[in-house]
């Protein structure tokens, strides 16, 4: 829990895998959010689309800055690929959401120096944090 709240209290920049210009996805939502409450978001997709405002990127390596945070918004069997890629970039942190579950790769970043959190979603995180109540959308 510790993490957790580090993390969304004294993180400044978040680069988010898999986030794609469609706001009924996890990863629009979740960026939205933390965005709005002062976070600077890096769209990481293939697409390399502008979303939310944010010029987006293809891949982690092509981030023009150090993130703080990596939110890994992939399926779990292509989890590892992205925490390896945050641990080559020099991330702080990787971010596995409800549902995404690499244990191996969460070893591998914490074994890099990485701070993990896995299985938890940053908006319910955000709410407790906060006191209570259902994150705002």
């Not at 978001?41 to 293809?58: C, D, K, M, N, S």
């Not at 945050?86 to 790769?105: F, H, M, N, T, Y």
Request: hydrophobic residues 45%; proline residues 5%.
């Amino acid at each position: 829990m510790d993490v957790i709240r580090r993390l969304l209290g004294e993180s400044g920049t978040w680069a988010f895998v898999g986030l794609g210009d469609d706001p009924s996805r996890t990863a629009y939502e979740q960026a939205r959010l933390l965005q709005t409450r002062g976070k600077r978001i890096f769209p990481v997709h293939p697409a390399a689309r502008t979303v939310l405002g944010e010029q987006g990127y293809a891949s982690l390596a092509e981030v023009p800055v150090k993130v703080d945070v990596v939110g890994v918004y992939r399926r779990s069997e292509f989890a590892g690929q992205a925490v390896d890629e945050a641990i080559a970039a020099g991330a702080g942190a990787v971010w596995l959401p409800l549902g995404v579950v690499d244990e191996a790769a969460a070893q591998r970043a914490l074994d890099a120096g990485l701070d993990v959190v896995m299985n938890r979603c940053p908006g319910v995180e955000w709410a407790l944090r906060r006191g209570g109540g259902s994150p705002r959308r």
